[in-house]
């Protein structure tokens, strides 16, 4: 366990930070690289991995293309997790469900998407998660997974001060 019931983490401990994936991007490196990239999944996995050991965090990565699966992992979240890291994907513009499951785990969030989705279709535009987050990051394909966790290792750094 990584936070206590108000998120505040507890100096011995590394903070957990649950990096969630939502449908499809299992296919990065593959699917639409002038959108997304030629990284793959496992590419991301390690780069947060990397990044998350470097800012004295410790990351769950996952991914899933069943939206109630992601749901599960978010409550699963609460109480043992220092923040969640989400991209949910096209969930982003559609799920209600996702982004209550969000708020009901009481845990800081950022929303993260590998591509622009404001140079993107009009649907894409609108984020059920981003009034709820604590920051957005898109457009900056990997880097912005990278930029969140250094934001949550300041953010644990602050509390623990």
Not at 139 to 160: D, I, K, N, P, W
């Given at each position: 366990?990584?936070?206590?019931?108000?998120?505040?983490?507890?100096?011995?401990?590394?903070?957990?930070?649950?990096?969630?994936?939502?449908?499809?991007?299992?296919?990065l490196?593959?699917?639409?690289?002038?959108?997304?990239?030629?990284?793959?999944?496992?590419?991301?996995?390690?780069?947060?991995?990397?990044?998350?050991?470097?800012?004295?965090?410790?990351?769950?990565?996952?991914?899933?293309?069943?939206?109630?699966?992601?749901?599960?992992?978010?409550?699963?979240?609460?109480?043992?997790?220092?923040?969640?890291?989400?991209?949910?994907?096209?969930?982003?513009?559609?799920?209600v469900?996702?982004?209550?499951?969000?708020?009901?785990?009481?845990?800081?969030?950022?929303?993260?998407?590998?591509?622009?989705?404001?140079?993107?279709?009009?649907?894409?535009?609108?984020?059920?998660v981003?009034s709820?987050?604590?920051?957005?990051?898109?457009?900056?394909?990997?880097?912005?997974?990278?930029?969140?966790?250094?934001?949550?290792?300041?953010?644990?750094?602050?509390?623990?001060?």
């Open positions: 366990m990584s936070a206590s019931k108000n998120n505040k983490v507890m100096p011995f401990m590394k903070p957990l930070i649950l990096v969630l994936n939502g449908p499809n991007l299992n296919m490196g593959t699917r639409e690289p002038t959108q997304y990239g030629h990284e793959t999944l496992a590419d991301l996995a390690q780069g947060c991995a990397d990044s998350a050991l470097a800012k004295g965090l410790e990351i769950e990565f996952r991914q899933t293309n069943h939206e109630g699966e992601l749901i599960y992992w978010i409550h699963a979240a609460r109480g043992r997790c220092a923040g969640i890291l989400i991209n949910p994907g096209a969930w982003t513009h559609t799920s469900a996702i982004r209550d499951a969000l708020v009901a785990s009481e845990l800081p969030v950022i929303e993260v998407h590998l591509s622009n989705v404001h140079k993107r279709e009009p649907f894409r535009h609108l984020s059920f981003s709820i987050a604590v920051g957005v990051i898109c457009g900056l394909g990997s880097h912005g997974y990278r930029l969140a966790l250094s934001h949550f290792a300041e953010m644990f750094q602050e509390q623990t001060a």
